[in-house]
C-alpha cells in the first residue's frame, strides 16, 4: 500500500470517528440550521385578505294602541334616523316584532309591517317580508327597526419586512397582492357581494341584440328634433 493511500484511508477514518462522535442534540441543530433559511414561510395562505363582518343597527318604533299607522312624531323621528344612519345601497331593512305563540304575527301587527313597508317603499326604500327577530321580543304597541349592513375593513399594506431570502418553497409574501385587497375593499358598492356575490341572472345576448336591431329597422319621421315634445 502505498503512502498516499495509507493517507486518504487514515482520513476517513478519522471522518468517520468525529461523525460517531456527535451526540444527539448536536446533529439536531445541524438539521435545524439548514432549515433556518425558510422557516418564515408557510405553505398555507399568507396572503392580507378584506375582513367583512355584518352590523345591525336597531331603532325602536312606539305605535298608539289600536293604530296600524305611527303617529307624525314617530314619523319624522323614523326620518330622521334614516337619515342620520345614513340609510343607503346594499343595507338590508326589516322588522322585529312580537310574535304569537306560534311564531306567527298577531292580525293588528301583520297590519303595521304591511303599513310600514309601504312607508319605506314612498321613500325608495325596501323592507324584508320576514320577521328578523333581534335580542328581547320588543314590547306590546312597540317595533324594532333595523338595519343590517356589511363593512368592509380593508388589509393594512406597507410591511414589507419579512425577508425574502431562503424563500425555497417558492411561498408569496405577505404583503403581495395587499394593495390590489385594499383598493377592492374600498371600492365596492356592497360589501356583501365580497362574502356571498352577486348572480348576473343568465343575461340574454340573443334578446339584446334584437332589441338593437329593432331600434336600427324602426322607420324615422324624417324631421329634425327640436327640443320639445308636442303634448
Known sequence: MTTESKTMKMTVKNIVKSAAGLTLPAIAFLALAGCSGSAHFS????QKRNEVAMVRIPFMLTFEADQAALSAAAIKQLDRFLVSSNVSY???????FPLERDGDLSPQNRERMAYLSDLLKKRGLHLAAAVTPFGMSPAENRA???VSRYVVTPPQCGDWSEPSTGNYGNASLKDLGCATQAQLGLMIANPRDLVTGVSNNIPNAEQAAGAVAAAYKKKTSGKAYSGSAKK
Not at 43 to 46: A, E, F, M, V
Open 43 to 46: 405553505d398555507g395562505d399568507p
Open 90 to 96: 346594499g343595507d338590508e331593512l326589516s322588522m322585529d
Open 144 to 146: 324594532r327597526f333595523l
